[in-house]
């Protein structure tokens, strides 16, 4: 089974309906006894990462995320839930994240004629455009397999490592070329 993990900062109906289009049933829930049974887990995020971590730590999700991505199922993190798969964020002030994967998360810069957040489509590795709303992003790194320029930034936009998946973008949000991102992780086998 598919489960989109309930953490009070994903865009949850839009991940379950673009699953749904492609004939695929899931579940979500924040229950991590659901979660450590799941086939393939979805880690969505919309918000900010300190409010997100709160919430992961109160219904004792962060050992359980941790837990799943260390035994190997296939996971994939949207966005905040990339995001918070790293060490550490710059927002709200500074923000310890979930350090499954080594790495920061930066603040775009203020550049003329560049607005923050980013909204709206841009191109990964100069090919295919998908839908992004963000203001912080995940530095390069070595399991970048995604990247995108914005505000003068070149920055990790895919990332996979091992079991793990996490795109900064939202597959659920950018048509076609989005549902053949999942339909992708849908038949990966790492």
């Given at each position: 089974m598919v489960t989109i993990i309930d953490y009070k900062a994903g865009n949850l109906t839009s991940v379950k309906l673009a699953f749904a289009a492609l004939g695929v049933e899931t579940q979500v829930?924040?229950?991590p006894a659901v979660i450590r049974a799941a086939d393939?887990?979805?880690?969505?995020?919309?918000g900010a990462a300190a409010s997100a971590m709160a919430n992961?730590?109160?219904a004792g999700l962060d050992c359980v995320l941790k837990e799943v991505t260390a035994a190997g199922r296939p996971f994939l993190g949207i966005c905040l839930g990339m995001q918070i798969l790293f060490d550490h964020s710059e927002?709200?002030?500074?923000t310890d994240t979930l350090g499954i994967l080594p790495g920061q998360v930066r603040r775009f810069p203020d550049v003329p004629g560049c607005k923050i957040p980013q909204i709206g489509w841009n191109q990964v590795n100069d090919r295919e455009e998908y839908?992004?709303?963000h203001s912080y992003y995940v530095e390069m790194n070595p399991f970048a397999e995604g990247v995108t320029e914005y505000?003068?930034?070149k920055f990790a936009s895919c990332?996979?490592?091992d079991n793990i998946l996490a795109a900064q973008f939202h597959p659920e949000k950018s048509g076609r070329v989005g549902l053949k991102f999942l339909?992708?992780?849908?038949?990966?086998n790492p």
């Open positions: 829930t924040a229950d393939r887990i979805i880690f969505p995020g919309v992961l730590r109160e927002e709200d002030g500074g839908y992004f709303v505000a003068g930034v990332v996979r490592k339909s992708d992780f849908l038949a990966w």
